[in-house]
């Protein structure tokens, strides 16, 4: 049966400033020229490109009291957050178009202020090679995209810890992730002492795709807002070289549909992150446009018969 879909609003976040590689900052482009608005209209929904938010300029300085560029990080997840709120605030899904995944500070602390105030319950779905639950004693670079999780759960920065009002903006109850396979020693034991729930490629290898995601699904109901954060390192290098911190041994094309077709028949996504595409490092753009054939996924499109 055909789904109909809320309408949608692309905000492009075009910055680095919470990477290690220059070039993130060309993903919402990217993603446009790989033809993400055509795709999203041809799945029939009402689309608006609000176009590129603005942001400060990006500096390239070494780390800092254990943060790169904390302050630009905070400025342009300030914008993201209002960006992002705005659009839920009128009814509308908002697709982030990044920029670094440090990005999913903002964007994610707007959907869980949004679902408190809705008396929704909010289940992240976060899609990624890494963790991102560093904060700066156990850093390995300083780069704030290896620690937004930390932050949404309360530990970093007040800055970006107390950026929403409310800390922390999530529970690691909330957080399913996905694809799991480099995470820093002293991250690790963050990650097990915050109990958060991980499907790492080692877990997926033994049980399969289909019942990870079951899992990480489970409890999804009628008044659950899925919010997708997708790290497009998620996706294993040979297929998506596209990103600044690969790691071999990710999901290959079928398994990456499949999250994909999952998520999409919930019915529940609410909002979605696109980061860490850097098309200076892709090869003609197919990372970009692999991330388009997979979000058509999300948005119901499926092989034979089942749309
Ligand atoms: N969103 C990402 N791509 N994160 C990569 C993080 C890499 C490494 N764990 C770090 O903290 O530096
Ligand atoms: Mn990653
Ligand atoms: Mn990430």
Known sequence: MARTYPPVSLLGAPTDVGAGHRGAGLGPDALRIAGLPEALVARG???VDRGNLDGPRNPWQPPNDGYRHLKEVTDWNRVVMEAVASELAVGRMPILLGGDHCLGIGSITAVANH?????????????????????????????IHGMPVACLCGMGPRELTHIGG??????????????IRSV????????????????DMRYIDEVGMKRAMEAALEGVDADT????????????????????TTVPGGPNYREAQLVMEMIADTGRMGSLDIVEL?????????????????VESLFGKSTLMRD
């Open 278 to 294: 850097n098309p200076l490092l892709d090869s003609r753009n197919a990372t970009a446009q692999l991330a388009v054939d997979l």
């Open 225 to 244: 807002h899925v919010h997708v954060s997708f790290d497009v390192d998620f996706l294993d290098p040979s297929i998506a070289p596209g990103v600044g």
């Open 166 to 179: 409310v800390s922390p903006a999530l529970q690691a109850g909330e957080i399913r992730q996905i694809g």
């Open 115 to 143: 679902c408190r105030r809705k008396g929704k319950k909010l289940r992240v779905i976060w899609l990624d090679a890494h963790a991102d639950f560093n904060t700066s004693n156990v850093t390995p670079s300083g780069n």
């Open 184 to 199: 820093d020693e002293g991250e690790k034991r963050l990650v097990k002492e915050h109990g958060l729930d991980v499907y």
């Open 45 to 47: 929904i009402d689309l």
